[in-house]
Nanobody, 128 residues
Framework: QVQLVESGGGVVQPGGFLNLSCAAS???????VGWFRQAPGQERSFVTA??????????VYADYVKGRFTISRENARNTVYLLMNNMKPEDTTIYYC????????????????????WGQGLQVTVSS
């Protein structure tokens, strides 16, 4: 059974950082792993993803997190991380890890409908 277990959420002050983890029950290099977020009453929106094609690994970011958030993968631990720097109050919401068992394009990675597996979600709060 495929499982994604997230950890690392919590409360941080504006300008601070958090490092979220997504531990997978499968070998992450063979999958695309992404992070999404969803505020109450809103649709789940794309944050970032890491995927691998024959040409190599690449990452995709939503414009509003470029330069602040970094996705990375530790293959030995089958874990994907989301390092969030310079956090803003508007980053407050629930973050979800998601995976699909294949490569995605730079456009496809942003489509939540392509992802087969989801974690339980983590609350992240940015507040002074």
């Amino acid at each position: 059974q495929v499982q994604l277990v997230e950890s690392g959420g919590g409360v941080v002050q504006p300008g601070g950082f958090l490092n979220l983890s997504c531990a997978a029950s499968f070998r992450t290099p063979s999958h695309t792993v992404g992070w999404f977020r969803q505020a109450p009453g809103q649709e789940r929106s794309f944050v970032t993803a890491i995927t691998k094609s024959v040409a190599g690994t690449f990452t995709v970011y939503a414009d509003y997190v470029k330069g602040r958030f970094t996705i990375s993968r530790e293959n030995a631990r089958n874990t994907v991380y989301l390092l969030m720097n310079n956090m803003k109050p508007e980053d407050t919401t629930i973050y979800y890890c998601a995976a699909l068992g294949e490569f995605c394009s730079r456009t496809g990675c942003r489509d939540r409908r392509l992802y087969n597996y989801w974690g339980q979600g983590l609350q992240v709060t940015v507040s002074s």
